[in-house]
Each structure stands twice: as C-alpha cells, then as structure tokens.
C-alpha cells in the first residue's frame, strides 16, 4: 500500500493541466475512427492496453468523422439536435462535463425459435460519461437484455447452464456480459441477462492515469486478444497506468477481482444468491514504444487463489511488479509479447505470442490492417490457441482431454483463466485455429461491413470446423451515441465430420452500439 501511495504522489507531483479528459471507447465504430486518427499523427500514445486517456474535445471531434469535402448538418430545433447531432444529456461548465444517452438494442429476426416464436434482442438502458475539473472522470452504464438467440449461440450460451436441469439451474452466462436466467417459465431458451459497468479515475499526466471501477479491458491491436480481451464479463478492479520519457515508455498494473459460477453455500443452505467462488487476478503490461509507427510489450496475466473467498492468499498479489514469481498460490501464469509496425500510413502489421508457464500451453496471434481508401478498412488475421491447456493449470491426473464451449471437460473451473466461466482470452477458448477476414467501409453517414470466419476447434482432432459470414449495412443516426438503423444477416455452417449444422439469422436492428457484442462463435 505505501508503494501505490508514494507511486500516486509522484504522478501527481509531476502532472501539468489540460483539457478535461476520459478513457477511449470500446465498441465497433467509435474503436476504429479514433485508431486511424491517432495513427495519422506522430504523437507517441500507447494504444495497445485499452482503454487510454484522451481529451474529451478530441473524442467528440473523431466521433462526427467530418471531411475535407462534407460536414454533417446543424440543426435548430432541440429535438432534431439530441436526434442527430449532440449526446441526449450534455452539461458543460468551467470545471464540470456530464454527457448522457440512452443505450438500446431492438434487433427482431425473420427466423423462429422451434416453438415459433421470432429470434430477437431487446436491450435498454444508459450510458454516462463525465470529467470534473482537468483530473478527474467517471463513467457508468446499464443493460437489461431479453434475447431468442440462433441455435448456435444456444450452444455457447446455454453450455455450462440448463433451463431443465434443476441441480445445475444458473451456470451459464451470455458472452460479454453476465450470468443468464430464464426470462419465463417455458421449456425454450429465452434469456433474461444485465449488464453493468461504471468507474471513476484520475489523470496524473496527460498519459497516466489511476482508474478504479468495474468494466473491461483490452491489450492488443487486433480483432481477438489472445491476452485479455473485451469478450468476457466486466469485472472489478484497480488499474494503475504510467507513462514515461515522454510518453516511448508505459507500464500498466491492474488488480481484478474474478468469480467462477459456483455457489460459496451448498445447495440445502437454502440461499439462491449465496456469494460465487472467487479468484484474485493481476494483468500487468510493460509497453515500449520508441516510435508512433513502432512499439512492442510485454504481458503478465496471473489468477491467484481466493483466501476464504475475501482476498488472495499471496502478498506478492498485491505488489505492482510483474514477470518474477515464486508461484505462490497462482493458479495460472500467463506471459506473453505483443506489438505492432506500421511500415506504410496505411498498413499495420501487429502480433501476440503467449505461453501458459503452468502447463506449457501456447498461442498465436498475427495479422495486418489495411486503410487504402478514407473511410475503408481491410484486417485479415491468424488466431491459434494450438494446446489444450493455454487457458488452464495442466492436471496430470486427467485423461482423454475433450474440448467443449469453451473449456475442456473434468478440469476444475478454478484452475481456468476466466471471469463467469468465459475465457479472458479468445473467446472460444483453447484448442482453436482461426482466420479472420473483415472489412468495414464508411461513406457519410452511411456504412457497410463484411465478416468471415473460418475457424476450428477441438484439439487435438479438430472435431469441428465451422464457416461463418456477416454482412450489415446501415444507416448513423447519431454518431455521438452511435444511433443507427442495420440490416444484417449470418451464415453459419458447423461441420464434424458426421454431418453439417446450418444456422442463419437474418435480421434488422435499431440501436446505439456503444459496445463490442460477439456473436461470431
């Protein structure tokens, strides 16, 4: 604690005023609009440990994506301003900022549930973000969800969880958010899910930050993050992020809090919210960057045992530094190199490469990002989680290693590096080899995008391969909020060698899309 405290004092000795200022965005339009604006400078700003401070004046300016050539309409009227020009709440003072908007997901299907009732997503809820004098931010937002999704997301969702079987009734949880529940009492799958966040921090120096709170992270500058990715739950923590030699050298350190589905009271205690079995967890990042267009780290992901389900046993848990260990009560170890060249203004080449130090469990990430066009961008990517153990403690006694949604069979779920029995990494776990096409172009207001997947899974005998394409299109509303009107639709083929599964889920959506939700599994 006197380390944090003394670390805490030098920052702050050491900060010089700006602008008000918050954490950058994770979500699928605002992400890729401020990437390519901080690409297209020579400021040095470590981008690979998300989020990362930036003035607030600076996302609002990327957010309305103006041209050379077009600038978006200004209109008069109060309605057709908080429609398509400004945040629904927005309070601007000397020494205070406040903006505000209502989230929502209202996504219907053409397809039917086997009971015939259409597929859909209906999300609401808020969102909040503000600064109070140049130090200080916060942030906070709430989902209530009610989704019928396709039958392939049935069999992510309702994996470790089932509505028909009384003695395991609530392990499962929708990717990206939180625990599910049956919405009504009939035999189909209708899912009844939340999920929150929110945080406040402070700005040290115009890079440094500390943040406390409850949300998520991401290290890396692809699509998926071997490392730590966004796909998991959110979950609570303490981060502290420095800055050095103007800005070449950054450190991270975050102390998590982390739970697996299962109950501290027995069954018979009679207490259906009894406390879920924790894990203590710290990711630490040691980020160089001696050029904007070069930068390589390194990542430190350990899980720590839960002493009576209040704080990890270890006092090494608690101490900032990372990568020297004497194992004591770490249940898993995960070191790894991430980095990223851009050799032309519109090409980056970017990587991760891992190992499970526990049990020897390998992984891989390599891929490149093309901005040829204003407006236009093309990734293709390479993820392969090749061992069956990258995610988890090796069990010597454990036999016949069989990969399910998305860990393997007969291992403790405690011995897993995961939060609400997701993978804090790949989303689909271990035992995957994965390429990934995509590419988004953006005119105006208006936008399309195209996605392939082809992945496999089940190492060692890559017991199914699986085909996946979407395509959307649509229409900003708002580009503060992200208010837009989309028309979709996903092909998925599931192959085992036995026969082949067909999923297709055609759809159109209105909504605020302020948050990466993956439905590409």
């Not at 400004?86 to 086997?114: P, T, W, Y």
């Not at 692809?222 to 490392?227: A, E, M, P, T």
């Not at 526990?358 to 992984?363: I, M």
């Amino acid at each position: 604690m006197r380390g944090i405290i003394g670390l805490f004092v030098f920052f702050s000795c050491s900060f010089f005023g700006r602008a008000q200022v918050g954490l950058s965005p994770l979500n699928p339009i605002h992400t890729p609009l401020l990437q390519k604006s901080i690409s297209s400078t020579v400021e040095i700003r470590q981008t690979a440990f998300a989020p990362y401070l930036i003035p607030l004046e600076e996302l609002d300016s990327i957010y309305d994506a103006d041209t050379e050539n077009w600038k978006r309409k200004e209109y008069n009227s109060w309605l057709m301003r908080k429609m398509r020009n400004e945040h629904l709440i927005e309070v601007s003072k000397k020494d205070f900022v406040l903006k505000g908007d209502a989230v929502f997901n209202l996504e219907a299907a053409r397809q039917s549930d086997d009971t015939g009732r259409r597929m859909y997503t209906n999300s609401r809820g808020y969102s909040f973000t503000g600064a109070i004098g140049e130090r200080f931010f916060f942030a906070t937002t709430f989902y209530e969800n009610q989704s019928i999704f396709p039958n392939y997301m049935d069999s992510v969702v309702s994996a470790r969880g089932d509505f028909n079987n009384p003695a395991d009734p609530e392990r499962g949880s929708v990717p990206g958010y939180g625990r599910w529940k049956p919405f009504n009492t009939s035999e189909s799958y209708d899912y009844d899910y939340t999920l929150g966040t929110g945080y406040v921090g402070v700005a040290l120096t115009d890079q440094s930050f500390i943040q406390f709170g409850h949300d998520k992270q991401f290290v890396g500058y692809g699509y998926r993050s071997l490392l730590l990715s966004d796909a998991s739950a959110p979950y609570t923590f303490l981060r502290l992020h420095g800055s050095f030699l103007k800005n070449k050298l950054t450190y991270t350190t975050t102390w998590a809090v982390l739970q697996y589905l299962e109950r501290v009271a027995p069954v018979n205690y009679n207490n259906k919210e009894a406390m879920f079995r924790r894990l203590g967890a710290r990711f630490s990042y040691l980020h160089y960057q001696p050029k904007h267009w070069l930068g390589i780290g390194l990542f430190d992901g350990s899980t720590w045992d839960s002493q009576r389900n209040s704080h990890p046993s270890s006092i090494e848990f608690y101490s900032p530094h990372a990568f020297i260990f004497t194992e004591d009560g770490i249940r898993n170890h995960i070191l790894g190199m991430n980095g990223h060249i851009d050799p032309f203004k519109f090409a980056s080449i970017y990587g991760q490469l891992a190992l499970n130090t526990r049990s020897g469990g390998k992984a891989l990430q390599a891929g490149v990002k093309f901005t040829p066009l204003e407006g236009l961008m093309i990734q293709a990517e390479w993820n392969e989680v090749g061992s069956a153990f990258y995610y988890s403690s090796k069990n010597p006694s454990q036999n016949g290693i069989k990969v399910t949604e998305p860990f393997e069979a007969g291992t403790l779920t405690q011995d897993f590096y995961q939060h609400n029995d997701q993978s804090l990494g790949h989303p689909l776990g271990v035992g995957v080899q994965e390429l990934t096409i995509r590419a988004y172009y953006r005119f105006r207001d208006f936008f399309v995008s195209g996605v392939y997947h082809s992945m496999k899974k089940g190492q060692p005998l890559f017991n199914a391969s699986i085909d996946y394409f979407q395509f959307e299109g649509g229409y900003i509303i708002n580009p503060k909020s992200n208010m837009m009107i989309a028309l979709g639709n996903i092909n998925r083929t599931e192959r085992n060698g036995v026969s082949a599964l067909l999923d297709t889920y055609t759809y159109v959506a209105f909504r605020t899309s302020l948050l990466n939700r993956y439905l590409d599994f």
